[in-house]
């Protein structure tokens, strides 16, 4: 036996095991019927022996076990993908796990970064900025117009994917000239990877580094790498696909290269290869695994507590649906109930006992005795409850809690993340909800960012100046927040630019929609600026604020004060400020802007306003 066959054997007997996780003991055999068809597609053949309700269920045939690849060798992966992906669908921790991952990584939305910000003067670079920033926003707003939603959306049915299987796959969409005009999420359970090849690929990535002047450009970098072909089994049709990144022309239904000349005329007809024919790019990304190709779920380890939780939940199931002791003995001593009350004894519980009309129905219980003759012995019947003797609460329910927490930490998430907030108040939620994004969430937010910026904006796209970042929860105190900023304003540490970078990151906004006034330079602490539109216009020999209020008016001030000039100024100042005042409340009253003479004449009282 080779070694591709032993480990297709050993995988064989894993799957056996695990599938027995997603198919319950004893089922309808339409519940298989609709397995097989998940994993062959809507054109699903597969045939599955009908046996007794009450036998184990019989392994769905393996559609990919006579497939054998072209090019290379088809690796099988660890464990069988599409029980991985059912799993969630009868496990009570894993689907709530699994959508607190999802939602909490991908599900807040997105915006985009600048690298850099044009100067005052920079126009020209200005409008290539405003340029990139419009096509890239244009492209991920309507990248999945295959399926008809967001990005968003595609990234979290990808992060179900990937805690479910340890897989996610996302084909390349390029339109007639070659371009990148879509995404379209594949079932991770569908697809199958094949070896590398042997011989080398020569490529040229793209790279973003940055320039002297403190912009950026994309350079070639020369790069040789193993290709992989991708395959995809649905609906009885196998197809291929390539590596995102692989410059060769793949066959999409027999996996072969094909050359340039070959692919302008495609089998002596004149015609070019069609289009429809040609594989299209798959972008796998996965949960490391060292030991295969594939990815494994974060929650593998647990599979015996998710195995063992499944089995005492149809435990419970049973005992409940076949009510193992009866609620009610009916005991004879001394004597046997004829036939005749034991078949009304049937009739009643099955047809009368059940609802309200039976309240006040009786029920007639007749009994002979044992014994023959002239002094058979009393008879007596005994009606005998059995309530406390049945189970009235579930099995093995510590068991199964062990079994929740052993599965929850696989995810390392908190009991809050699912529901269970009986143990926690304000502070510790707090604490938790930013331990778990610091510790869990981000770091996956950043390595799915990374991937999205390096593999399609720069490497596909050519875009240079911007860069996806995942919006985040807000789970920033806002106490803590305006305490930072208050002494970070105190020591000239804060800028308008630096604050607004924080409020991005808590409110997940975009706030170069809203641009600073061009009084207000972003770089300078805001501080120092009001400090300078209200700075002292005073000179040594004066008094400071009431001279510089003078002057902001317009007033003229001698050059040496005495008490008596700065008497007579502040009430020429007084007299200013109640023009002002009497004008505008006129304004606000009649609509017409007079002046402060007039508008005194009005009748405008300045107390009033």
């Given amino acids: 036996m080779d070694q591709a066959a032993k480990g297709r054997e050993q995988a064989k007997r894993g799957n056996q095991f695990l599938r027995a996780i997603v198919i319950p003991m004893s089922k309808q055999a339409g519940y298989d019927q609709q397995l097989a068809k998940g994993y062959a597609g809507d054109a699903g053949d597969v045939s599955i022996r009908k046996g007794d309700a009450a036998s184990r269920t019989r392994e769905l045939p393996d559609p990919w076990a006579e497939f054998r690849p072209i090019v290379g060798e088809l690796i099988e992966p660890p464990l069988d993908l599409l029980s991985l992906a059912s799993v969630p669908e009868v496990s009570p921790i894993l689907g709530p796990c699994i959508a607190a991952m999802a939602v909490n990584v991908a599900g807040f939305g997105w915006r985009l970064n600048p690298r850099a910000k044009a100067g005052e003067n920079d126009k020209a670079f200005a409008r290539e900025l405003a340029t990139e920033r419009l096509a890239v926003e244009n492209f991920l707003t309507g990248c999945c117009y295959v399926d008809g939603y967001s990005f968003t959306r595609m990234r979290k049915e990808g992060r179900q994917d990937l805690e479910s299987t340890g897989n996610w796959y996302t084909e390349i969409l390029r339109d007639a000239s070659g371009k ?14 094949t070896t590398e090849e042997k011989e080398f690929t020569e490529v040229a990535l793209n790279r ?198 052993r599965t929850r930490r696989t995810f390392r998430l908190p009991p809050l993340y699912l529901g269970d907030i009986e143990d926690y108040n304000r502070a ?3 604490r938790s909800h930013r331990l778990t994004d610091e510790q869990v969430f981000d770091p996956d937010r950043r390595d799915e960012d990374e991937t999205w910026n390096q593999r399609l904006l720069v490497e596909q796209l050519g875009i240079v100046y911007h860069e996806i970042r995942t919006n985040t929860p807000n789970i920033t105190n806002d106490e ?31 706030l170069d929609l809203y641009p600073l006034a061009e009084t207000v330079p972003g770089d300078v602490p805001f501080s120092l600026t009001m400090a300078e ?16 209020a003078l002057k902001a008016l317009g007033i003229d001030v ?8 700065v008497v007579d100024g502040l009430l020429a100042l007084r007299e200013r400020f109640g023009d002002e005042i ?28």
């Fill in 180 to 193: 990148v005009d879509g995404l379209h999420h594949l079932p991770a359970h569908q697809m199958r990877l």
């Fill in 558 to 565: 001698p050059e040496s004060l005495d008490g008596v000039a």
């Fill in 582 to 609: 009497a004008r505008r409340v006129t304004k606000g009253v009649t609509g017409v802007d007079l002046p402060p003479a007039e508008a005194e004449d009005a009748g405008a009282d300045p107390a009033e306003d």
């Fill in 208 to 405: 973003v580094v940055g320039t002297p002047d403190g912009k950026f450009k994309i350079v070639k970098q020369r790069a040789f790498k193993r290709f992989r072909r991708i395959v995809q089994y649905r609906g009885g049709i196998y197809r291929y696909f390539k590596e995102l990144g692989d410059p060769r022309i793949i066959h999409a239904d027999t996996g072969e290269v094909v050359t340039e000349e070959q692919a302008r005329d495609w089998q002596g007809t004149g015609d070019p290869l069609p289009e429809v024919d040609r594989a299209s790019e798959v972008l796998h990304q996965k949960i490391y695994c060292a030991r295969s190709a594939y990815g494994l779920p974060r929650w593998v380890g647990a599979l015996l507590a998710v195995t063992g939780t499944r089995r005492a939940e149809e435990i419970n199931f049973a005992t409940f649906n076949n009510n193992q002791i009866p609620s009610l003995a009916l005991l004879v001593s001394n004597g046997q109930v004829t036939d005749g009350t034991l078949t009304r004894i049937e009739e009643f519980v099955e047809d009368v006992i059940q609802g309200n009309d039976s309240r006040s129905r009786m029920l007639v219980i007749e009994a002979e005795g044992a014994l023959e003759g002239p002094d058979p012995g009393n008879v007596k019947l005994d009606l005998k409850p059995l309530n406390e003797a049945q189970i009235s609460e579930a099995l093995f329910g510590e068991y199964m809690a062990t079994n929740e927490t």
């Fill in 533 to 548: 539109a209200v700075k002292n216009q005073a000179k040594p020999n004066e008094v400071g604020q009431q001279v510089t």
């Fill in 480 to 510: 803590d927040l305006i305490k930072l900023i208050k002494e970070a304003e105190k020591a000239g540490a804060m800028t308008p630019d630096l604050a607004r970078a924080l409020v991005e990151d808590i409110l997940g906004r975009d």
């Fill in 428 to 430: 510790t939620a707090d």
